[in-house]
């Protein structure tokens, strides 16, 4: 069983800052790469950011030069520093990590439940 859990949504006015976090924890072989994807109303999901076991990161152009991807890979979290909002980046947000349950497994997706991020004008 994987567990993943995330907090820091909230709502914030255009221009501000948030930061979202995500922790992996369960009986499984390997994290893999860890990351964000958000879904807005009547949209489909898409790709935030995400980070490699390695630290290679990878963005949304949207999202470039404003939101940062971390991670601790000794505590299996992730974090995303959100600035500069726009309404635009109004969304829920989930974090994604790719495991493998047994070293013969296959990689997985784990999905977090989802937290709202809402940006007003």
């Known amino acids: 069983q994987v567990q993943v859990v995330e907090s820091g949504g909230g709502l914030v006015q255009a221009g501000g800052s948030l930061r979202l976090s995500c922790a992996a924890s369960g009986n499984v072989f390997s994290i893999n790469t860890m990351g964000w994807y958000r879904q807005a109303p009547g949209k489909q999901r898409e790709l935030v950011a995400v980070i490699s076991g390695d630290y290679t990161t990878n963005y949304a152009d949207s999202v470039k030069g404003r939101f940062t991807i971390s991670r601790d890979n000794a505590k299996n979290t992730v974090h995303l520093q959100m600035n500069i909002l726009k309404t635009e980046d109004t969304a829920v947000y989930y974090c994604?990590?790719?495991?493998?349950?047994?070293?013969?497994?296959?990689?997985?997706?784990?999905w977090g439940q989802g937290t709202q991020v809402t940006v007003s004008s």
């Open positions: 994604n990590a790719k495991i493998r349950r047994r070293s013969w497994s296959a990689m997985d997706d784990a």
